[in-house]
């Protein structure tokens, strides 16, 4: 059985950056990963649309400056496969997967008060010792399947975000339906809008919002070859006037400032909405991204 000072169970982020501070001073870690490599969340959530919803720049470790000067973030709102990118590099720059345990996901941890010591086991049954024990297993590593009834049957292909197929998903000529619109499914949504293919060109997407209290809204219109963003509203938690399904829409390349300060003004006046994206850049969860034909 494998003996160490501590052990780290995840090696997203957290774990990564425990991994690398352990051994800096002088103690022998070793870490388990559910999944097959490094990035946790930038691993797992692949889907369409992936993507910071802060600024990537808060996003990079400040522990080496050697690090913060060898990378720079292409985007404000940079996408999962750059992100994944960035935990890469993390990880071969500081030699870190040495000392990682990959598809290994820990199921037990037991404090063994005779020894002074954690015993950990894997659900393939690997056991591994150590005085300390840190669980780095991310607040929102755990997907959560609907709990519809008759979901079980649906004949057609199913997705879940947060445990996305490395392998490409096509979704020309389908129809497809996506269950919330919190942060991650109007990202998906307005991606996903824009892969249909031609034939949906027609067809509005409908978003269905279950919960009054996720008021975040995205809707597609026909448009011409000019960019737009549209329809977000009700930023601000738990605001009751978000729930009339206002629509907001504003171009993001041609709105003049009065069409923003109007804007704006309407957003506050009636979301509260604390602020109002605008350009490719500034998007918040890469709404401007979706292009031309995923337009609202
Ligand atoms: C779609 C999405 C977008 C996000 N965008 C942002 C953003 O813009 N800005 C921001 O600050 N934060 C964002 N977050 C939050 C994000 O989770 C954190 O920023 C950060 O990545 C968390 O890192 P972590 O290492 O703590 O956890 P994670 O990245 O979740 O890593 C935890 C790891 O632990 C592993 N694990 C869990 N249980 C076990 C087990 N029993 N055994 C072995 N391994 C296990 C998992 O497989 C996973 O790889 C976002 C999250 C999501 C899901």
Known sequence: M??????IIGAGLSGMYALHRLREHGFRAQAFEAGGDVGGTWYWNRYPGARFDSESWTYGFSFSEELLREWNWSEHFSGQPENLRYCNL?????????????NHRIAAARWDDAAGEWEVESTSGVKARARFLITALGPLSAPVMPDIPGIGEFAGQAYHTGHWPHHPVSFEGRRVGVIG????GVQAITEIAGLLGSS????PVRLIRLAASGPLIVARRPCGA??????????ARGDRHAQDQEIVAIDSTHADEDLEAALRARLRAHLGCPSLFRGRDRAPFGLAQAGPQACG
Do not use: C, N, Y
């Not at 000019?226 to 930023?235: F, K, M, S, T, Y």
């Open 181 to 184: 619109t919190g942060a991650t």
């Open 200 to 203: 949906a060109e027609a067809t």
């Open 2 to 7: 494998a003996s160490s000072d501590a052990i």
């Open 90 to 102: 993390v990880a071969d720059k500081f030699d870190l997967r040495r000392d990682i345990t990959f």
């Open 226 to 235: 000019r960019p737009e963003i549209v329809g977000v509203a009700g930023l």
